[in-house]
């Protein structure tokens, strides 16, 4: 074979390895990074948290507007009550007026509650998934022997290198994510509690509310009717005469 039927093969060769490289890195450069699962699991529950509280505000607005509306409505009426005849069926009339509207103010309070309550479970599972996928904790180290102690003493020891092990950035991590959780979950509870202690205390003091109303709803309407029955009696009299 001659020299001159080599060289032509040549530049073949080359451009045919040449192929197989571009072929075999064009899935790396068009390959686009695909959107982290975990990234997207945040930002629809981030979304559907301030959609919760949202709607939650929402709830809490329209009973305390209920509530107000229940009150103002019942005091004007009681208040034109007293010109009527019936005064007495008149503000029973008001008083389930009242409870009426208060009772459709308590049921957009406890949705409001059940999505608070919805929103709080869900951080205290998170909490508790948190804390089964960390790894557990070393053992403590054995507490030392006095007598091993004191037979070591007699023993030369032999010195050991100086070994420096720094924390990893995960067991950080891990030790951080654990210190959150155990601080957000004691929120939680505490969170919890408050809530209750307010919902106990609201209550209270509502019913503590009504029951002052009902007794001076009562004393007016005695008072009002000794004074019709002292009228009858003096008109009575004066007819006799």
Do not use: H, W
């Amino acid at each position: 074979m001659s020299r001159l039927s080599i060289f032509p093969a040549l530049p073949r060769s080359i451009l045919s390895l040449s192929a197989v490289a571009l072929l075999s890195l064009s899935p790396a450069v068009l390959a686009q990074p695909a959107p982290a699962p975990q990234a997207e699991a945040d930002a629809a529950e981030r979304a559907q948290r301030v959609a919760e509280d949202a709607r939650r505000a929402e709830l809490e607005a329209q009973g305390k507007a209920l509530r107000d509306e229940a009150e103002a409505t019942f005091k004007a009426t009681e208040a034109g009550c007293y010109d009527k005849f019936l005064v007495n069926r008149c503000i029973d009339q008001a008083k389930r007026q009242r409870l009426d509207t208060i009772q459709r103010a308590r049921a957009l309070e406890a949705e409001a509650r059940q999505i608070d309550l919805a929103q709080r479970q869900r951080a205290a599972a998170e909490v508790q998934a948190s804390q089964r996928l960390a790894p557990p904790t070393e053992p403590a180290a054995p507490a030392p022997d006095p007598a091993a102690a004191q037979r070591g003493a007699t023993v030369i020891p032999v010195p050991s290198p100086d070994v420096d092990i720094a924390p990893t950035p995960e067991a950080d991590r891990i030790r951080r994510e654990r210190a959150q959780s155990a601080s957000d979950a004691a929120a939680t509870a505490e969170a919890q509690r408050n809530a209750r202690d307010a919902e106990r205390a609201a209550k209270r003091t509502q019913a503590e509310a009504e029951a002052a109303a009902r007794a001076e709803a009562a004393a007016r309407d005695r008072a009002r009717y000794e004074e019709r029955l002292r009228k009858y009696e003096e008109e009575q009299a004066a007819k006799k005469k």
